[in-house]
């Protein structure tokens, strides 16, 4: 291909087509200048372009399938004289799916192309589970979703994954301790197979990073730190709205800083008996907690030990990043009293402490966040002006 100059026709009308599918998209948004659904004249005045263009822009995205002529209201159809036309960005047009891949569970949402949540499935997995029968489980939950919604595997446009471990940019874990088999595994690649539209593979941390930032606890800061708390917590950020992976997808990988002082492992940290606990075991965790409420003293050091380890690792990201919020998210979060420590010994630590506050999506911001990667892709393909948020560099 030639290179793209801005007197470039082709370019123009890419741009054209993409302000003015923009400008129907949201038109929905109470916070739009236009009514739900507009009339070339509205479009001509919102987006600044011409007549003829935005005429031709519209047939454009007629014929593609996007927009449809919307039916006249009844005020105006009792009017004398034809009604003026109207238009509607067609969010019916294709389906996204958002995949969670966990150590316990299978959850995915299912949305139309304005994000709206249509549907959702979740399944149990054995911790256990050797991930040839993990990744049946998730073609088990997909199967179920498409069929009660009845949506076709063709419509389809994208598919969002978060899995733990370290992902690479075409979907392969470079390393995945937390489920049995998952280093290595050209993770992308095969789920691929199952689907006929792109599959964008994410750390789950990231993901909830990216689903707090858009539709929980941080959608007003653009920099944030989100920490999926547990036994080995990690973490996603985003700096200056954008997701940050780091170079290799390692960013926030928070759980392995115990080895740079050869500390005890985190399954070590909450142990009352000596014995390290199964990293996957919630609850064998949740029991140490419950007893340190009830006042048992070797689990009352056991979680002493896990709190300090936990502000360690935030506290080094904090101080790397500077956000303006840390969102505590995973199972940590539910646990009374986590919070407050934190934002005591952070404000102890850090030249300008963070807001610390629970995640407002709790055990949906993975899949969430998963859902967000497949709504990126997708307008990154309508609006290809601007970066998305998830983009890959």
């Known amino acids: 291909m030639g290179r793209l100059t801005g007197g470039d026709p082709s370019l123009l009308r890419r741009i054209n087509s993409a302000v003015v599918l923009h400008a129907l998209r949201t038109a929905v948004s109470p916070a739009s200048p236009l009514s739900t659904a507009p009339t070339l004249t509205d479009l001509v005045k919102v987006t600044g372009l011409s007549r003829p263009t935005v005429e031709g822009v519209i047939e454009g995205l007629m014929e593609s399938g996007l927009v449809v002529e919307a039916p006249a209201g009844e005020g105006e159809a009792r009017r004398q004289g034809r009604p003026a036309r109207r238009f509607r960005f067609r969010v019916e047009a294709g389906h996204l799916l958002g995949i969670e891949i966990g150590p316990h569970r299978i959850a995915a949402l299912m949305a139309d192309l304005s994000g709206r949540v249509m549907g959702s499935a979740s399944l149990d997995v054995p911790e256990t589970a050797p991930a040839d029968e993990r990744l049946d489980r998730v073609r088990d939950a997909v199967a179920d979703l498409l069929a009660r919604s009845g949506v076709p595997r063709s419509g389809l446009r994208a598919v969002g994954v978060a899995s733990p471990g370290i992902v690479e940019a075409d979907g392969t874990v470079r390393l995945g301790t937390a489920l049995p088999g998952w280093t290595g595994l050209p993770l992308g690649e095969r789920l691929r197979r199952s689907f006929r539209c792109p599959v964008l593979v994410e750390n789950d941390a ?3 990073a990216v689903a707090e930032h858009w539709k ?28 940050h992976r780091g170079f290799g997808g390692a960013a ?59 502000v360690h690792d935030v506290a080094a990201l904090v101080l790397a990043l500077d956000p303006e919020m840390v969102v505590v998210g995973g199972w940590a979060a539910g646990i009374s009293g986590v919070l407050e420590p934190l934002r005591t010994e952070l404000a102890r630590y850090c030249l300008r402490p963070p807001q610390v506050v629970q995640s407002m999506l709790g055990e949906a911001a993975v899949a969430t966040g ?12 309508l609006f290809a002006v601007e970066s998305t948020v998830t983009a890959r560099r």
Not at 219 to 242: N, W
Request: hydrophobic share 45%.
């Open 252 to 310: 926030g990988e928070i759980g392995a800083l115990h080895l740079l002082g050869r500390e005890a492992t985190p399954e070590e940290v909450l142990s009352t008996t000596g014995e390290p606990l199964h990293p996957l075991d919630e609850a064998q965790v949740a029991r140490v907690f419950a007893l340190a409420r009830e006042g048992d003293e070797q689990a009352a050091a056991a979680v002493e030990r896990f709190m300090r380890r936990l």
């Open 216 to 243: 929980g606890a941080a959608t007003g800061s653009d920099d944030v730190v989100f920490v999926l708390a547990g036994l080995s917590p990690g973490a996603g950020s985003l700096i200056g709205g954008r997701l």
């Open 206 to 208: 990231n993901a909830a």
């Open 370 to 381: 998963a859902l967000r990667l497949a709504l990126d892709h997708v307008e990154k393909q």
